[in-house]
C-alpha cells in the first residue's frame, strides 16, 4: 500500500504553482488544504488496514471452524467405518488355512499302516502311472445323459443328446469308465471349484471374490503332491491354473480365461497341445496331464444353453473323448468332469442345483472300475445318486499312489475301488479307513489351531472310535458284509465330519455383528442430532464435540484393548479396541449433548415427506432380516416408489399456485407410471419361482436380447432427448452447452449405442453375411466413439462449459419496457438502465437464471448415461433411460411441493438407485453379474480399464 507521502506527490504540480504566485493567505489555503489532503489518505490508509485486519481475522476464524467441522466428520466417518469393519467380520465367513502337509513316509494310521514308496504307492498300493484330466467349464450332468420328453420322443433343447460317448461306454463297459452327478460346492465360481477339486476342502461365500484375483494355493493340494513325488505334470487351457499353482507345471501352456465372448480360443488351444503329447514319442515328458476347456461356459454366458452355439460345442467335446481315449493307453486314467453346472440361461454363481450339477466320467482302456449294488446305470439325475467334488481329492490320490491332502474333507468314490464284481468291499474299507484317519488327523489340528473345541465334542469322534473297534471285529470274520458294514461306518464318520465342518464355517459371529450395528445405529444418530437437534449456530460448538469425541475416542480404545486381558471375552484385541474406540467418542458425543440440553429439539418427523421418508430408510433396513423380503426386494421397492409418487400428487393439490398445482401433480404421474414400466424389465432369481417371469432377455434359457429391445433403443434414441429438452425449456435453460449436450451429443450417441447392440444380435444370430472379425471390429470402434464421448469428451466439455444461460439486451421506450417487464417470464432475470420519459431504456434479460446450477450440473449424467446405457444390455439401456427421466420428474416435484429441505429428496433417489438395479437385470446373486460388458468395446483385459468398466456396468444405475 502507498504511503502518505506518495500520495500527497501526486497533487498536481499546476495547481501549487498556482497557489505559489498569489500572496501568504493563499499559501496558508495551500497548507491547510495539503494537511486536509495528507489526513484523508491517513484515514483511508488506517480503514484498508482495518479491513484487511477483519479480512485476515474472519479467513482465520473460516480455517479453524471449516478444520474443526472436518475433524468432527472425520471421526463420524471412523465410526461408521469401524460399525461396518465389525458387522463384516461377523457376517462374511472365512475358513482358517491349515499349512501342514501330508508325507508319503507318514501315513495317518501311524505304524500299521502299509508305507511304499512313490513308485508302488505312498499309503495305499496305486492303480495307475499316469492321468489325462480334462475339465470342461460347465459341464452339466443332464448334458451327459440321453434326454426324453413325457411320450419318450428325445428332448429338441440345443443342450441334450449331443455329449453322448460317456454315457454309452459306461452302459456298454462298465468295468472300464462310470458316469456320475458331481456336486460341487457353492459359490460355484471357477477359481473356487479349482481349489476344492485340487485340495478337498470348501470353500467360504468370501472367497467368491477372488475369483478374478486369483493368488496360490498355499495349502496342501494334489498339484504339491505331484510335484513332491516326481512326478511331471504338462498342463493346457485356462490361465486360472497358472496362477493357482505357479511354477508347478513342467510343460503349460495357458489361454486368458474370462473373455466369455470367446468361445474357441482355450478349446483349440487344448487341442492343439494335447494330442501331439499323448503320442508314444512324448510319453516321457509327463505323467499327468491336465486340459481346461471353456466353450461349454462361455457359450452359456453369451448365448445360453438353448442356442446352436452350445451344441456345437457339445459335440466338439464328444469327439474330443473319442479321439482322446483311442490316444491313451492301459496304464492311464482318463478323467472328464465339469467344475459346475449352469442355470437356465447359461449362468453360475451357486443359488440353484442346476449350477451345483456337474458331471464326472472316468475310464480305463484296463477293467478295474465296478458298480455299487443297485446304481448299475448312470443315474437319470442327482436324485438318484452323487458324489461331491471333494470326493475326487481322494480318489485321485490313492488311485495315483499318493499321500491324500491334508485338507481333505472328501472320502473316495466306491466306484473306483469295489472292483469289476462290485465285491471289493475289504478294498474299499481300507481306503475308507485311510481317508476317515486323515479327516481325523485334520479335525484336531483344526480345532488346536483355532483354540475350540466345537469340533472336537461333536459325534465325529465318537463315529471315528465307533468305526476303529468296528473294524477290530470284523477283520476277524472277513466276510463280504462286515468289509461293508465297516466301510459304512466310516462313511458315516466322513458324512458327519463333513456336514460340522460346513456348520462350523457357515456360523455368523453374532457378538461382531450385534456390536457392528451398534455402532452404525449410534453413529448415524449422532449426525442426526448434530445437523438437525441442536438449534441456533453450530459453529462454537464443533470444536468442542471434536475435542470431546476425540477424548472419548482415545480412552475408549485404551480401555477396549485392556478388556481383552480380562479373560472375559474371547474377542480380540483388535476388535475390542477397535469398537471401544467408538463407543468411547459415541458415549462422549451423547454425554456432551447433555450439557446443551436448552439447545434441543426434537428429531422426530412431523411432515408426511420427513414420516415417509424416515418409514422408507428404517423398512428398507430391517427387510434384510426377512428372507422373503430379501428375495422380493424388486418388488417392495416399487410398492414404495409407487407410494411415493402417490403421496406427491395428493400433496401437489395443496398447493395454491395453480402452475405449482398442474406441474406437481402431472410429475407424480410421470414418476408412477415410470416406476412401474421399469419394473417389467426384470431377471427372477432361483427363489422366486414360479411366482415371477423373466424379462430382461429374449426367453429364460438365454443371455441375449429380444428384438423388441433392439427396436426399443432407437425409439428412445429419437425420443428421450426431446424428453430431456421439454425439461430445460421449462426453466428456460435450454441455452448455451444444453443445447449441444442435449440436441446433438445425446442423440448421436444414443444412436450409436442402438447400432451397436443391432450389430451384436446379428453376430449372435448371424444375421448378416459379414465376417466375424470384420463384425467384431465395427461393434468396438463404435463402442470406443460411445464411451469416449461419454466419459472423455464429456468431461472435459463439462469442466470447462459455461452456465446454460443466454443473455438478451433489448432497448424499448418507457412504456414499451414497462409492459414487456410486466409480460417477461419469470425464469428470466431483467436489469433496466435508468433513463428519461422521453430517451429509450435498455433491458437485460437473463434466460435460465432460475435454474443455473442445476442446469449445468444435471449435464455430467446426461454425459455419463451415454456409456452407462451402452455397458448394459438393450433393456438395461432403456431402464437407465426410465430412471434419468424419473429423475427429473423427482426435481420437478420437490421443487414445485417446496420440499427442498426435506430429507424425502435424497432418500427417493437412493431407492431409485437400489429399484434399478434389478431393473438393469441384476439380483443380488452371483450368477446375474453380467461379466461380459468387459469385452463390450475389446476383445482383451487390460487393467484397469477393464475393471472400471465392469464397475460401471454393474453400478450404472446409480447414475443419479
Known sequence: MADIDDIFAHVPRRTASKWSKNGPGDLEDLAKATAAAKEEAEDRVFAAQKSKALMDQKIREFKISHSLVVLFFLWVAYTQLVGVYLFTRGFLLTRKVLEEKSECKISPLGLEAYLGEPGTGCWHHKTFDKAVIVIIDALRYDFTVPQVDADGVPSTEHYHNNFKTPYEIAIKNPENAFLVPFIADPPTTTLQRLKGLTTGTLPTFMDAGSNFAGTAIDEDNLIDQLNRTGKKIAFMGDDTWTALFPGYFDIEHPYESLNVWDLHTVDEGVLTHMFPLLHPDNSSSWDVMIGHFLGVDHAGHRYGPDHPAMAAKQKQMDVFVQDLIKAVDDDTLVVIMGDHGMDPKGDHGGESQLELEAALWMYSRKGVFGRVPGFEVPPKNAEERSVAQIDLVPTLALLLGLPIPYNNLGGPIPEAFIG?????????????????????????????????????????????????????????????????????????????????????????????????????????????????????????????????????????????????????????????????????????????????????????????????????????????????????????????????????????????????????????????????????????????????????????????????????????????????????????????????????????????????????????????????????????????????????????????????????????????????????????????????????????????????????????????????????????????????????????????????????????????????????????????????????????????????????????????
Open 420 to 960: 469289476p464284481d462290485g465285491d471289493k468291499w475289504d478294498n474299499l474299507a481300507k481306503v475308507g479307513r485311510l481317508t476317515s484317519s486323515q479327516i481325523e488327523n485334520y479335525q484336531k489340528s483344526y480345532t488346536g489351531a483355532r483354540n475350540d473345541d466345537s469340533i472336537a465334542e461333536t459325534r465325529t469322534t465318537k463315529l471315528w472310535r465307533e468305526a476303529e473297534e468296528k473294524l477290530k471285529v470284523d477283520q476277524m470274520q472277513t466276510t463280504p458284509d462286515a468289509w461293508r458294514a465297516t466301510y459304512e461306518t466310516f462313511l458315516n464318520h466322513q458324512k458327519e465330519t463333513l456336514h460340522v465342518c460346513k456348520d462350523l464355517w457357515a456360523r455368523f459371529d453374532l457378538t461382531s455383528m450385534l456390536l457392528g450395528i451398534i455402532t452404525l445405529v449410534s453413529s448415524v444418530v449422532s449426525i442426526l442430532i448434530f445437523g438437525r437437534g441442536i438449534s441456533g449456530d453450530l459453529k462454537e460448538l464443533t470444536g468442542w464435540f471434536a475435542g470431546r469425541c476425540f477424548a472419548g475416542t482415545a480412552i475408549g480404545g485404551l480401555a477396549g484393548y485392556g478388556f481383552h486381558f480380562s479373560g472375559i471375552t474371547e474377542q480380540g484385541e483388535l476388535k475390542l479396541a477397535l469398537f471401544g474406540s467408538a463407543a468411547g467418542g459415541l458415549l462422549a458425543f451423547f454425554i456432551s449433548t447433555t450439557s446443551i440440553y436448552r439447545r434441543l429439539q426434537h428429531l422426530f418427523p412431523t411432515s408426511i415427506f420427513s414420516i415417509m421418508a424416515l418409514l422408507f430408510t428404517v423398512l428398507q433396513g430391517v427387510m434384510f432380516a426377512a428372507n422373503s423380503f430379501t428375495i422380493w426386494e424388486d418388488r417392495i421397492l416399487t410398492f414404495f416408489l409407487t407410494s411415493f409418487g402417490a403421496v406427491a400428487f395428493c400433496y401437489s393439490f395443496r398447493q395454491e399456485d395453480p402452475a405449482m398445482r398442474t406441474l406437481g401433480a402431472s410429475q407424480s404421474i410421470i414418476f408412477m407410471v415410470l416406476t412401474r414400466v421399469a419394473s417389467f424389465s426384470r431377471l427372477c432369481r432361483e427363489e422366486q419361482m414360479p411366482y415371477c417371469e423373466s424379462t430382461y432377455y429374449a426367453s429364460a434359457t438365454s443371455s441375449v436380447s429380444s428384438p423388441f429391445s433392439l427396436i426399443l433403443l432407437y425409439f428412445i434414441a429419437l425420443a428421450f432427448p426431446p424428453i430431456v429438452k421439454s425439461y430445460y425449456t421449462g426453466t428456460k435453460s435450454y441455452e448455451g452447452p444444453a443445447q449441444l449436450y442435449i440436441g446433438l451429443a445425446l442423440q448421436l450417441g444414443l444412436f450409436f449405442n442402438a447400432l451397436y447392440w443391432t450389430l451384436d444380435s446379428a453376430d449372435n444370430g448371424e444375421w448378416i453375411d459379414i465376417p466375424t472379425a470384420s463384425l467384431k471390429r465395427a461393434k468396438h470402434t463404435i463402442a470406443q466413439v460411445v464411451l469416449g464421448l461419454a466419459f472423455v469428451a464429456g468431461n472435459v466439455f463439462f469442466a470447462w462449459a459455461q452456465p446454460c444461460l443466454n443473455i438478451q439486451i433489448e432497448e424499448s421506450s418507457p412504456s414499451a419496457d414497462d409492459e414487456k417487464t410486466t409480460d417477461k417470464p419469470s425464469q428470466a432475470a431483467t436489469a433496466t438502465t435508468a433513463a428519461t420519459a422521453t430517451t429509450p431504456s435498455r433491458s437485460m434479460i437473463i434466460l435460465g437464471y432460475a435454474n443455473l446450477h442445476g442446469s449445468r450440473s444435471f449435464l455430467l449424467p446426461v454425459s455419463w448415461y451415454l456409456g452407462l446405457a451402452l455397458l448394459q444390455k438393450p433393456l438395461g439401456g432403456a431402464s437407465m433411460a426410465a430412471l434419468l427421466w424419473q429423475i427429473l420428474a423427482l426435481l420437478e416435484i420437490i421443487d414445485s411441493n417446496g420440499l427442498s429441505d426435506s430429507p424425502i429428496g435424497p432418500v427417493i433417489l437412493a431407492m431409485l438407485g437400489s429399484s434399478y438395479f434389478f431393473s438393469t437385470g441384476h439380483q443380488a446373486t452371483l450368477s446375474s453379474i453380467q461379466w461380459e460388458s468387459v469385452f463390450i468395446p475389446t476383445d482383451v483385459i487390460r487393467q484397469p480399464w477393464s475393471g472400471l468398466l465392469f464397475a460401471a456396468s454393474e453400478g450404472g444405475w446409480v447414475d443419479g
